[in-house]
Nanobody
């Protein structure tokens, strides 16, 4: 089994930056696709970004392109989400996911999930 723990969330003002981390334990995730999803209050969980096992390909939700960057360090068994120019509409709980076996932007494709970290962006 794989355990994922997110960290780095917080309360920031619009325009600020945050870096989320997703630390994996239990086994290596170096061969897994990893992704970030988010869930805003009263809304469904949505795809944010994905990165394949070697970091050779990434994809983003349109609303975060140019502002967010997903990366990974397989030696540390950790994935990251650098979030710049944050907007109030980015406010959500951010979840890390690993081991996709299907459409990368669908949460149903991922086997392992973290508990989430809250990101709140004030205007």
């Amino acid at each position: 089994q794989v355990q994922l723990v997110e960290s780095g969330g917080g309360l920031v003002q619009a325009g600020a930056s945050l870096r989320l981390s997703c630390a994996a334990s239990g086994r290596t995730v170096s061969s897994y696709t990893m992704a970030w999803f988010r869930q805003a209050p009263g809304k469904e969980r949505t795809f944010v970004a994905v990165i394949i096992w070697d970091g050779g390909w990434m994809a983003y939700q349109d609303s975060v392109k140019g502002r967010f960057t997903i990366s990974r360090d397989n030696a540390k068994n950790t994935a990251y989400l650098q979030m710049n120019s944050l907007k109030p509409e980015d406010t959500a709980v951010y979840f890390c996911a690993a081991h996709a076996s299907g459409t990368y932007y669908s949460g149903a494709s991922y086997k392992f999930w973290g508990q989430g970290t809250q990101v709140t962006v004030s205007a």
